[in-house]
């Protein structure tokens, strides 16, 4: 079997356009430009790179995008005082921090700063609640990218046992809430797992966010199961220079795999569409106006 490609790039830019054509109802009905404020600390070289490529694509769906970009060795007072400041601007109906933070700062504290309705990351422990509650919230980007991939390639999620490797509270935790939402059998692996291949065979839906290049191989997966690889690791090519690839050995998955997502080009441009779409939400039910499907 040779798996289906799922694209995530060519559907992350649907719902890219989608997010746009919302913009220009709100600005053309009521006035309003979705705001998306960024808050960037230090210099990390990935950070920077993830921190540019929201901004222009804020700036592209026609949102207004506000990048505080601040030194490494901010106070926690200074970055505390900057989001209460967001928190009250009504331009910004979005705020994100970017993840990692310098050592110095408690990124709990600082993600719990945050005013929950401008939280278009999730993060904030008031979502985070209401995702586990199954009430209305705030849904991080990466999970719910993969699981909007999901519904669109295998429809109705009911009854499916879905195995997500990793427990991490951007990816893994949330991910599994979505998915239990969605009336699935949930298994959440982590390291401690034991024997990890013989829990991962017995899944339809695999999602991987480990951080570990290539460590979910095809002989892990049932014939015909749905893999989502979350995972994005630089490793060093043989003939020099590097390459990105994911938690999963893309060949020996897709070899069995009824569909996979490939990395890069899946779940990543995904997340970055629904950060947009999260924001255009926070802009709408700000105003208290109907939201984006
Ligand atoms: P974390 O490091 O926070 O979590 C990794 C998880 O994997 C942990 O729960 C850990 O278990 C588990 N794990 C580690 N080693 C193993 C193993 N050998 N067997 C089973 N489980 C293991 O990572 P994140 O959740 O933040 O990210 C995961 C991956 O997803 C990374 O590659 C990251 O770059 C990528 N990512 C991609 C995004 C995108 O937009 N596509 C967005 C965010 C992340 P334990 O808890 O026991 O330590």
Known sequence: MTATVIDGKAFAAKVRAKVGEHVTRLKADHGLTPGLAVVLVGEDPASQVYVR?????TVEVGMASFEHKLPADTSEDALLTLIDQLNNAPEVHGILVQLPLPAHLD???VINSIAPAKDVDGFHISNVGLLGTGQKSM???TPLGSLMMLRDHLGDLSG????????S?????????????????????HSRT???????????????????????????IKPGATVIDVGINRIDKPEGGTRLVGDCDYDSCAAVAGAITPVPGGVGPMTIACLLANTVTACCRANALS???
Not at 169 to 189: E, F, H, R, Y
Not at 196 to 219: C, W
């Open 107 to 109: 990124s709990d504290l």
């Open 160 to 167: 499916k046992s879905a195995v997500v490797i990793g427990r």
């Open 194 to 220: 034991v024997d990890l291949p013989a829990v991962t065979r017995q899944a339809d839906i695999v999602v991987a966010a480990v951080g570990r290049p290539q460590m979910v191989t095809g002989d892990w």
């Open 291 to 293: 939201e984006p499907e």
């Open 139 to 141: 849904v991080p980007c």
């Open 169 to 189: 509270n951007i990816v893994g935790k949330p991910m599994a809430q979505l998915l239990l939402g969605d009336s699935c059998t949930v298994t959440i692996a």
């Open 53 to 57: 490529s929201k901004g222009k694509m």
